[in-house]
């Protein structure tokens, strides 16, 4: 057994770090002592080094602790997973380190290779070696998965351009999509989740988007417009259930209801003249409001 401070001293990580891992349920202590000092043993260090691997990816510890305790988590593959992963992070980063050395000794590389889409289609190659199961139940086939890989091949730019402009960046893009394939079964129970209930999400949303236009002279940023707002927001946040969605989502919503013609054109058709001006600055008040954008 070791102490909190033992724990802390041997991993780097600190002892208010573990109090809190323990206060969110991530990480327990083994044991306590009488005088209630936490006390850790050899499987909780094990838990601890998988944390940190996680970390290492950049995920979030709601989604560790989603994805180590469900009764489905298997730590062998979990670190294969990882080591895949990190391989592919770390032949990026040496690319990168590469390019900055090459242009530190004064050379002309105007080389963007390193930003391209090669780790995200890399990631889904691996998923294809280890998920033969997984993706037969959710696509069908093998060959209705490759048939889908090659056409995201083929539009390479044009998801590189989409995932640039609602994830900020490929790298955030190529990290959400991983944190979903490690919970590939629960990323797909969520989307099935998601399709079976689309008909009643849009009944839900249009009577909401309905209430909120029902009179476009009232102020948009009002305590009872932002209300609806908020019942609007919930009902999108319950239906994604944790779906990555990007940093600029909120944006590219806004985006569509102040630029887009046929957006605007549609929402002023179902809901009203001047319902899309409306609609966009109802949003952005409770977007700004909770640092949404």
Known sequence: MMTIKQVSDLTGVSVRTLQYYDEIGLLKPSDTTAAGYRLYNKASLETLQQILFFKELDFPLKDIKAIMQNPQFDRLKALRDQRKLIQAKADRLGNLLGLIDRLLKGEEDMSFKEFDMTEYFSALEDFKETHLDEIVTYWGSMEKFDEMFETMKEKESEIGQLAIKQYGSIEKYTKAMKQNLMDFKGTMDRMNSLMDSSKDYVAKNTELHKKLTSDRRKDPS?????????????LMRDTLNGIDMGDNYWNLVLEGYTTDKAVREATDRIYGEGASTFLANAYKTY????QLI
């Open 222 to 234: 009002s305590a009872e417009i932002q209300s609806i707002v908020k019942e609007l927001m919930d």
């Open 287 to 290: 977007l700004e409001k909770h």
